[in-house]
């Protein structure tokens, strides 16, 4: 027979710590066989509920509240009885150092920091981000549990002020060789990363390090930085802080499943550093590159992609950047599979793109006789078909809509697939020929993915040598088609309002921690001058009092 | 100035090469400079008119339209009134083959055939192919335009008869060495290939005929077969006959973008054949392997992937099939990305699947304390932590749910993240150890992911050995751990109601061609058995009239 008692301290501030402390602690105690001391969310009150450790009381989320499973009840009354000397036992400072009580007093103390680190409980870490912004701080923002409001605010302010703010919940980050938060001691190298995921930032430096390779730095942004709320705020940031950093020679871009339309304009960023650029955005479609970028299946195989590139840099012709006139992609396809897969592929790096054979709803082509933006057209489609021959035997309506294109004063590349095979039209080299050297005619480039063998009765070679002539770039395969393609057009220029400063990235940097002990002391075993904030909640967690001491300090609304 | 005149034909059958040959003969005409001849569709109108050749005349979609645009009257009046002619002059059957009218008669003709191929118009396609499987034979369905339903009824059909149904819109097989439709002239080798693709399959067969390699049979399956609706009739028939085809040694499955909920069966019957198996999905995650299935990230990787593997054949472990009892995933992660990217890559595999960063709206889990079949837990979520350490510092709630899911009678492996580096709990694996050796007297497998570096200040090989000595399973990374994973777990039985004979699959099929005729051309040059029927509309095309006809032959209804 066994005797469950509790104990509730109401709307009362202990970090975490100090609770997984108490609660071993407590399970050390004679006659005790299980503990729990949690904050009472209903998430924790199930759990209590599951290990057995149901609470007689109904607590509210903001308290605290204490349970012991034990032998007999006075087993259980004498636990309780300790918890106060238990609690107090912790909050003597170690070591006799001197600690500020604030982080304007820590700012005094160590003002050269450059960054403050804030692993306080969500509902207080806005506020604090906030102050170490107002004093002109960059932010490794730990903390879980922020709103998408207060991240947006966070961000924007940032913005403005060329600050960085790494997270809510980052887990990790390197910076000047330093980890903060989580982080696996890794060699330095040429290799920086950005990362919408800290365990998936881990991953890939580690097997870099494996694989005998270093990093340069590791930008955490926070796990919701790549949805639409936040627009990738902190990532655009780090891409152009990775591209002015002379030690960073190639890019990683790792993030959990992003948001869709986020997507564009950090492709773009990436593809504007000209770095050999690594994208693994969980969730995305993977394999081959355009241009610097190359899109990784998995955190291993982005950390294989990286150290390769950086053994082994690819030259890159340097790119134009658009300003009007010709800059859109027309492809024209016969093959469905062939115009959805240059979809897939070129969708976030081409945008705005449409296709009557579109992935997502916004990239439908609202007419598709008339091409928009960059446009993706399978013109063996069911609607081009009723009473026609398939393109791949009748080349009449290819050859009418690549004129058509070749008239449009937009038009900069155009892409077609010629299939050769049994079937299919006996020379459609020949019928092409004339209407690519019209579009040629009007400075359009015109590349052609050639899908055939050597044994098809059209005889590759000379199909080859047809288009070759009438001025076409030819590949044999997609891939190669696709390479060429987006290598040919221009880039779509794009900056950052207010460039961070170079130097938050500077070597064994100073920092100020707010919350969490031990990660001030992981900084201090890695050499970084570090000032530890002894922490409590404004008002003693307070909210209402909290939000007039804010304004009074400026820091909100 | 130019004069446009244009002529209707109502409601007559031509077929699409016939009105191709027309516009070829106008447009040469003296004083001709365009011509149209098409199906008066709105989008054909629509292309008239972007050619100025908009006609004075309002047509239906079911008449021929016939328009030329001349230098003067003259010449306009002359050419329309050779068209008559013109048609006529095509209708004169070539080399004076004797040619059945009907499918029948074509029967009687090469009872052994065991394919039709059918190319007529859509709106006459399904009758054409419900003949065919009433004869007992099995279908090309190369005509587009072919609705839902019927593409429905027909595979309905087809699987209780043990027919295969290649189509509608199927562009392009190779079936015992003979090309149909579009195909490309291929060496004979060890890899077969299924396509819900034309084009796909013709890029990928190319590249393995490129890259040295061979084809066994190419089924094609119609772009929709893994839609929704039509539930991978044709794909899960074919995967069944490349299991049992002795010349296949590898297996290559291509398709367009599938609809989510047809991927999981498409998956399991792969895995079932034991063979090495590429999957490429288009716009499903690519990149690593489980078991025998190889994750393909484009066409010209899948056939890279193809061709590695029929040279160097991995050898595999013989799977155990579930039968209730132990057969259910539990990983258990503190890291998030970790636990989204298990989700990612195991979500067709292992079905259903339930996590708490689900990845489509019906992996949610309905309660995070307690799993449901396979479950992917992040320990770490927002939830778990408000007032609680993050669990790569305090492992207290994962040794909790560790016991929980041990003491599950469903659970049959249970997957770990272990992640090291500074800031992180200095001996994990220690505290984690009791509770993987508990659930190995279970009977329960534990694999641990560990992701960290030799220079971690818990020692990586320490961790590894305390883990190790508890019985788990520990690897380096996530990607082999879920290897591990996937071949420890029991194979769900599946099997095809009534199987398709192999016969189907025999060198050199005779076959019936209904439709174009280059189709029975290309048959013939590549020696196959090929009688052409010299298909008319039933019932002059007249819908209705067709469908009386078709219920007394008791093909429809």
Known sequence: MSVTLSQVRKGAYYDSVVLMQLQRALLALPGISDAGAVMATPVNLELLEASELRPGEQPGPDDLLIVVRADDQEAAQNALAQVDELLSRRRTAPQGTFRPKSLEAAVRQLPDAAWVLVSVPGRFAAGVAQEALRLGKNVFLYSDNVSVQDEVDLKRRAADLGRLIMGPDCGT??????????????????????????????????SIDTLGSGISQAIGTGGRDLHTEIAAGTTLQAIDLLRRDPDTRVIVIVSKPPSPEVVGPVVAAAMATGKPTVVNLIGLPAGGHVRNLHFAATLEDAAALAVRLS????????????SGGRRFLRGLFSGG?????????????????????????????????RSQAHTVLDLGADTFTVGRLHPMMDNDLRVRRLRQEAEDPETSVILLDLVLGEGAHPDPASELAPAIRQAGGHGIQTVVAVIGT???????????????????????????????????????????????????????????NVGLEGFAESLAAQNAHVVHVDWRPPAGGDERLMGILARMKGTQG
Chains 1, 2 share one sequence.
């Open 311 to 322: 053994e082994d840099p690819p030259t890159l012709e340097p790119a134009q950047v658009a």
């Open 173 to 206: 980050a390197i910076i000047g060789g330093v980890g903060f938060g989580f982080a696996n001691r890794v060699r330095r190298g040429p290799i920086g990363l950005v990362g919408a995921s800290g365990t998936g930032l881990q991953a890939v430096t580690s």
């Open 337 to 369: 599979t062939l115009a959805y897969e240059t979809v897939l592929r070129l969708q976030y790096v081409l945008q705005p793109l449409f296709s009557n054979v579109a992935i997502h709803p916004w990239q439908a082509l609202t007419d598709p006789l």
């Open 454 to 512: 050597e044994s098809d009765p059209q005889t590759l070679a000379e199909q080859v040598a047809t288009l070759e002539r009438s001025g076409a770039t030819v590949k044999i395969g997609l891939e190669a088609a696709l390479e060429t393609v987006v290598a040919a057009l221009p880039l779509e220029a794009r900056s950052i309002p207010v460039e961070v400063p170079l130097s938050v990235l500077d070597e064994t940097p100073a920092t100020i």
